[in-house]
């Protein structure tokens, strides 16, 4: 059984490094919008699918994060990738398409890291974008999908699926406290 807590957890980390790792500039916007936990995400010869694993001795999550390879998408990249040419090649995509999902993930780990100090994490994979549709073959107790818009005009979707052991009960809270920046005032003369 994993708790309420644990779900909400888990889904801020994700929400949180999503946002904050998957814009290049401080005025990008990044809207994340939760999708049915049974749909089927349409899978196209032209998307990138790109895997990693999250596991400590109580749980792992398989984040799985379905990019579409099209001139947003590809313009995006090359933002994030601050490339100095206007279109990335094939490996060069891919290797920004693995390290957006690192970045993410690994915000993730660190942020579950306060509660499991043995946790680890895979490096990226890629797999055939199909893939994605066939999340339910890890018997996942809990699954999360959303679809992610940068600018409006680059998406990606995101799933993760929480695996727990047989007979494990899942229960922490992760501290969704964030300070509010405090904005350096101007020196005053009197």
């Not at 680059?154 to 964030?178: K, Q, V």
Request: glycine share 4%; charged share 20%.
């Amino acid at each position: 059984m994993i708790s309420q807590s644990a779900k909400t957890g888990i889904e801020w980390l994700f929400e949180k490094a999503v946002r904050a790792n998957s814009v290049s500039a401080d005025e990008d916007t990044c809207v994340l919008t939760k999708l049915p936990a049974d749909k089927v995400v349409p899978s196209t010869t032209n998307q990138q699918l790109v895997v990693l694993t999250i596991s400590t001795y109580l749980f792992r999550i398989v984040a799985l994060f379905q990019f579409n390879d099209d001139a947003p998408t590809n313009e995006h990249m090359v933002r994030m990738t601050r490339s100095q040419t206007p279109d990335l090649d094939e490996q060069a995509l891919s290797d920004a398409y693995a390290e957006l999902v690192n970045m993410v993930c690994g915000a993730v780990n660190r942020g579950l890291g306060v509660p499991f100090p043995h946790i680890g994490m895979s490096t990226p994979y890629m797999l055939e974008s199909s893939c994605a549709n066939y999340a339910s073959a890890l018997e996942p107790e809990y699954v999360q999908r959303y679809e992610v818009a940068i600018n409006d005009s680059m998406r990606f979707n995101l799933t993760y699926c929480l695996c727990t052991g047989a007979d494990t009960s899942l229960d922490f809270r992760i501290d969704t406290y964030e300070a509010e920046e405090e904005s350096a005032g101007e020196l005053e003369l009197f």
